[in-house]
């Protein structure tokens, strides 16, 4: 028997063959009792999703391999019989464990949170990836509070966006590292203090680092922390293997907290979700926090948006929609 789900009607999707992405047609999804059938509005990109493409980072069971995206919003077409949160014409988004980027997805009722009425549907589909991993990561992680002193590594990416507005948000004080010059301007009109990788060395002391580019930054992370400090890793895409020197953790009594999203178990996930509709999503409702879109694609040009979120160089999210 097939490992994944049973298929009714066709829907057009992004399909994965040979390690390449296009977009063609496929089986819809068929929903569980506790699941909702989304018709996908928008679908974000996400680093997993290359990873995924070249067959490096398999999606949980039950998801299908072929079919990648972690993140959507849209509306709800059907709903199981054990859905109680939502009801068929809601427009929904959250985290999924694959297959997003279709025209019709699935996702736990437990798991999907309401689109606020002020925001596009159209590019909701990139928020809750970001903002659940920097909201796990700093503040339910790291425990960033008030008056704190927080770098954000790696900051012009979607992670990295989306974590300085909840540091801001949080009323910490955020130092921000971008490689690129050009996004300076944008980086530092959400509130943060801009600095190069390389100023990075003079510039603690901190109480928190997010970590999104990977090993290189450990040893330099661990002098610039302040007594107490805590560095949260999220992202390894340049590298994830350093040494450590154990005798600077003990005297700074650091911490070193690392995680990722996509493999939790739903209950896990339902309980965050439930933590981002209290505290996250009234503050995209309220317009003090953004979805910044670095482009955007319709489905049909898949493979555009994936070679431009490959290019780098981008500032916050691409995203997909279905037209
Ligand atoms: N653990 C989790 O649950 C989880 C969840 C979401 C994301 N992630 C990971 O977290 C990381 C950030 O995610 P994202 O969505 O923000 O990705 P993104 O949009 O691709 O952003 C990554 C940022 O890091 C910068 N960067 C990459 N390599 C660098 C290097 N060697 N030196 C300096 N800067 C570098 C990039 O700059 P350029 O544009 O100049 O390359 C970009 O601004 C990714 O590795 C992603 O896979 C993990």
Do not use: W
């Not at 994965?16 to 018709?39: A, G, M, N, W």
């Not at 988004?93 to 019709?104: L, R």
């Not at 040494?243 to 939790?264: C, N, P, V, W």
Request: charged share 20%; net charge negative; with cysteine.
């Amino acid at each position: 028997m097939s490992s994944h789900r049973r298929y009714a009607t066709v829907m057009q999707a992004v399909l994965i063959t040979e390690q390449e992405v296009s977009v063609s047609e496929t089986d819809r999804p068929i929903h569980s009792d506790t699941e909702l059938l989304v018709k996908v509005a928008s679908a974000g990109l996400n680093g997993a999703d290359l990873l995924q493409v070249k067959g490096n980072y398999p999606p949980p069971p039950g998801y299908r391999h072929d079919i990648p995206g972690l993140e959507l919003a849209g509306v709800v077409v059907e709903a199981g019989a054990g859905a109680t949160r939502f009801k068929v014409g809601d427009r929904v988004m959250g985290i999924v464990g694959g297959a997003a980027q279709a025209e019709y997805a699935i996702i736990e009722d437990a798991v999907a949170m309401r689109v606020p009425d002020e925001v596009d549907i159209t590019t909701a589909g990139g928020f809750p990836e970001v903002f659940t991993t920097s909201y796990d990561a700093l503040i339910l992680q790291a425990g960033l509070t008030l008056g704190e002193r927080v770098c954000v590594h790696g900051a012009a990416g979607g992670v990295g966006l989306a974590a300085i507005q909840l540091a801001v948000a949080a009323g910490a004080e955020v130092i921000a590292t971008t490689r690129n010059t050009e996004h300076r301007d944008d980086i530092a009109g959400l509130g943060a203090t801009v600095i190069t990788p390389e100023e990075f060395a003079n510039s603690g002391d901190y109480d928190v680092i997010l970590e999104l580019v990977g090993a290189p930054n450990m040893s330099q992370n661990l002098n610039q922390l302040r007594i107490g400090g805590r560095i949260v890793v999220i992202g390894v895409g340049a590298g994830a293997r350093f040494e450590i020197d154990l005798r600077l953790m003990m005297a700074k009594r650091s911490r070193i907290l690392a995680s990722t999203l996509r493999a939790r178990s739903v209950a896990e996930k339902a309980t965050i979700t439930k933590a981002m509709e209290s505290h996250v999503v009234p503050l995209l409702r309220e317009g003090r926090l953004q979805i910044h879109e670095h482009a955007s694609f319709p489905l049909t040009q898949a493979p555009e948006a994936y070679n431009s979120f490959a290019r780098g160089g981008k500032l916050g999210k691409v995203i997909l929609f279905n037209a």
